[in-house]
Antibody
Framework: QVQLQESGPGLVKPSQTLSLTCTVS??????????WTWIRQSAGKGLEWIGR???????NYNPSLKSRVTISVDTTSNLFSLKLTSVTASDTAVYYC????????????????WGRGTLVTVSS | DIVMTQSPLSLSVTPGQPASISCKSS???????????LYWYLQKPGQPPRLLVY???NRFFGVPDRFSGSGSGTDFTLKISRVEAEDVGIYYC?????????FGQGTKVEIK
């Protein structure tokens, strides 16, 4: 049974970089079969799609975050990562990783598996 | 960005009664491939959202048939034919026509 698990610091200082990983267990991230995605949820902005990575490292990012975000895959460790630079209090949120089957096409948001989420607070 | 607007924002329903949630998009979600890229998710407290309906009207595995999605273009509806206690939570619509994907504000459903 495939599972996703987010991990990373729960507290990040303003202007620093938020770094999270999503470990895939019970299956291989290298199958090329999924869009690996980050989504966050805050009280102020609700659910916000951050971006995704698929195929040979192709990424799509939310334009509002594009200058600050990087999503990458580590096939050796079977995980994918999120880096968000120059964080502010507005980046405080629960961060979820999720997957959608690549076979459903570029337009899919068929997120059939999610991590439990991890709360990241930006504060000094 | 495509703006998704849900109504109502909260709903209190007697068990066994129907419920309906509206979602409107600022642009058409009908693609030239014939699919409408509108999704419905349900989130319970302390849990991630889970998929209920994909591409307008297709129920995800294990979703009871009391849930149905409908609509066209920019106006969509999620209906619950007979609400049960386990249906409480926040329902979100989501569009997948453009990047960034965007969600509605959510509709909180509770039981009377």
């Amino acid at each position: 049974q495939v599972q996703l698990q987010e991990s990373g610091p729960g507290l990040v200082k303003p202007s620093q970089t938020l770094s999270l990983t999503c470990t895939v267990s019970g299956g291989s991230i290298n199958s090329g079969a999924f869009y690996w995605t980050w989504i966050r949820q805050s009280a102020g902005k609700g659910l916000e799609w951050i971006g995704r990575i698929y195929a040979s490292g192709t990424t799509n990012y939310n334009p509002s975050l594009k200058s600050r975000v990087t999503i990458s895959v580590d096939t050796t460790s079977n995980l994918f990562s999120l880096k968000l630079t120059s964080v502010t209090a507005s980046d405080t949120a629960v961060y979820y990783c999720a997957r959608a089957p690549w076979a459903n096409g570029w337009y899919t948001s068929y997120y059939d598996l999610w991590g439990r989420g991890t709360l990241v607070t930006v504060s000094s | 960005d495509i703006v998704m607007t849900q109504s109502p924002l909260s709903l209190s329903v007697t068990p066994g009664q129907p419920a309906s949630i509206s979602c409107k998009s600022s642009q058409s979600l009908l693609h030239s491939d014939g699919k409408t890229y509108l999704y419905w998710y349900l989130q319970k407290p302390g849990q991630p959202p889970r998929l209920l309906v994909y591409e307008l009207f297709n129920r995800f595995f294990g979703v009871p048939d009391r849930f149905s999605g409908s609509g066209s273009g920019t106006d969509f509806t999620l209906k619950i034919s007979r609400v049960e206690a386990e249906d409480v939570g926040i329902y979100y619509c989501m569009q997948s026509m453009q990047v960034p994907r965007t969600f509605g504000q959510g509709t909180k459903v509770e039981i009377k």
